[in-house]
């Protein structure tokens, strides 16, 4: 299931979020830095929990992809070769690229597990989701 931005979705499970958290202004990151008070610095300890059904839009979505290795490109190359061209090859070049094709695709399924969508949902309350994975959401 891909989501799209502008997209009604609804949280697919309960999530607790806890840790340090800051001032949406706060340009300060660094927890070393602070000068003594909570209240000056902005930091603190944070704890909330959202139910799963809570409804709101996609703001964003990011595609975090790695660099595609020599293998990958290969297994691409040949696949697409092969359900362009296979069915005009002869049995014996056909059966010699489905060989190729599947002595590749662990390479071609080990790059397409590593890639992650995130996505920016506001929900409905005002609250915002940053750099959530895509299936934790389904469309509402």
């Known amino acids: 299931m891909t989501l799209t931005e502008g997209q009604r979705v609804k949280l697919a499970e309960d999530l607790r979020l806890s840790g340090q958290v800051s001032r949406a202004d706060d340009s300060s990151t660094d927890p070393a830095s602070d000068t003594g008070t909570d209240r000056d610095t ?29 293998e990958v ?11 362009d061209f296979g069915h005009q090859m002869p049995p014996g070049s056909r059966k010699q690229l489905d060989e190729q094709v599947a002595s590749l695709k662990p390479a071609w399924e ?3 597990e590593q890639q992650r969508v995130t996505v920016r949902v506001r929900f409905d309350n005002g609250f915002v989701l940053d750099e959530a994975p895509a299936d934790l959401f389904t469309p509402a």
């Not at 691409?76 to 070769?81: A, F, G, H, N, V």
């Open 73 to 83: 490109r290969e297994y691409e190359r040949l696949k697409s070769l092969l359900d």
């Open 110 to 112: 080990s790059y397409q």
């Open 42 to 70: 902005g930091w603190g300890a944070g704890f909330l929990a959202l139910g799963a059904g809570i409804s709101g839009t996609v703001e964003r979505m990011n595609e975090h992809r790695r660099e595609k290795g020599q």
